[in-house]
């Protein structure tokens, strides 16, 4: 699979504040990854580095081959804002009217029609954004950012203010959009969210990669479960360890009903990897 | 260019939904309405007015009523072009407005370009309309016409654009709120220059001219407005025509084709120190 978004060894300074202080990270066709770290970890930083709107200190970002926030990059760009805000007066559809021209996107209104659909925002196509809900408001923001059908999908927070209907419609659309091979980076809090979607995540911690990998990879084991005649209990052992633990088991003369292997959730394995960080 | 056109309607739609034109019109109607009253006070009882000897009673009335129009003209235009560009960029960024339009191929050069064009789009048409309408006023009511008709309007319009560069440029910078206060006292320094010139003439004292001067070229939208009144009476000489130097808000002087020059220079300069700081912010 061909790379999306490369970053080698992006570092970025605010000051006297380090940011980012050299971060390496791939973003494959078609994949996506979770970007997880405690406040001030360097999340936006580096999504708004990937995007041309902040000025690496050192490294370099490339988007589909292309340097970041060159007019080739931005145009196989999507991007919605950790803190973003459109216009009160414009409704939905003149808002992806305005980001279709911008985009050079020649859609026209079966685009909007469709993008529309995906949010699950139809029925409020000539809304006012002032007369939107906080939810409404990010999920025409995810609108936004697939105008113009990007290649590479960067996403900060998009569903913080989503109940949890609107969350599933995001996490449809975004493995949806997986199958369409459009990459996505997504900066999420929401731990249970990128480990239903993502392929794999990325843990910074002040400015710097602490651990990668898929879920599965990430998930350090912490024992197997039995339950037999004499009861439930944690035995020590990994998945290998299973038929050998099972074996024992039997040949003392116990009758086992189930055996099942313990693993470290993602918010286990992201609290082992923040060592209890916060900001 | 669509995605130009695009910046440029979507800051005219913004300034139509949010009824900034309706104000504007409304209140330069009524503005226009009293400068008429005023027209017709003044020259209904110009035979009671008893100029200084040797000055023409009808051109010292009508050139003063309508060099006040035109500093009324620039100040009008020069609100509508900050209130249009103040928060443009950084303020803009600050209420998550700007990163979802500047990520987009547009580009970070055109869309300040296109943020300045929208706003001389609107204020160009406006000052030319608010300058004739009242030289039309003064014309019908008082039977007289500036020596020349053209020209001082566009150098007035051309004072405002120049204003409306500046502000872009403070935009970068500073947040709306402190950039529109220091436009319009930048707009107030070259008040005071226009000031000290009319003073200067009056004691006279070359060194208070020299410095009106040196001021007002520094700030070439003042420059720009005393050529433009010294272009409606430009013919007029004498006592009379030194009178009409003094002005109401800053005296009539010339300032020829070395200062368009200099202006379009100046313009040249402000807009590639916009463009080059905006490219360079992190936003």
Redesign the interface.
Known sequence: MAVALLARGLAKRYGSVEALGGVDLEVREGELVGLLGPNGAGKSTLT?IA?????PSAGDVEVAGAPAGS?EA??K?G???E?????G??NAD?LLL??Q????SDGGEAERTELLRLVGLLDARTRRVEAMSKGMQQRL?IA?ALVGTPRVLLLDEPTSALDPVGRRVVRSLLEELRGRGVSVLLNSHLLSEIELVCDRVVILLAGKVVAAGSPAELAQPRGIEVETDRGRRVVQGGRDDVPRVVEELVRSGERVYEARLLTSTLEEVYLDAVGGETS | M??V???VR?GL??AV??RVFLVVLALTALFLALYWLGNHYVFGELTQIIPPANVDTRTFAASFLFGLAMFGTLFLGVVLAVFLTLGAVRGDAE???L?????????RPAFLAARWLGCALVCIPYVLCVYFAAMLITGATGHWWPDSIVVPGLELAAGVVLIAALSLLGSVFLTATANGIAVFMVFGCGLVAGLLSTVGHALPSHTLIHASKVAAWILPFEALYEDALHGITKETSGLTGFLLRLGPFGGAEAGGASLRLWTIGYFVVVSVVALVAFA?R??
């Open positions: 708004k995007c041309g709107l902040v000025r007019l931005r145009r760009l991007y919605l804002a803190l973003f805000r459109f216009p007066w414009s003149e305005l980001h021209r911008l985009s050079g923001g936004q | 669509t995605g056109w695009a910046i979507y739609q913004e939904r949010r209420r998550g407005l990163q979802p339009l500047v990520v987009r191929p547009l580009g360079r992190d936003l």
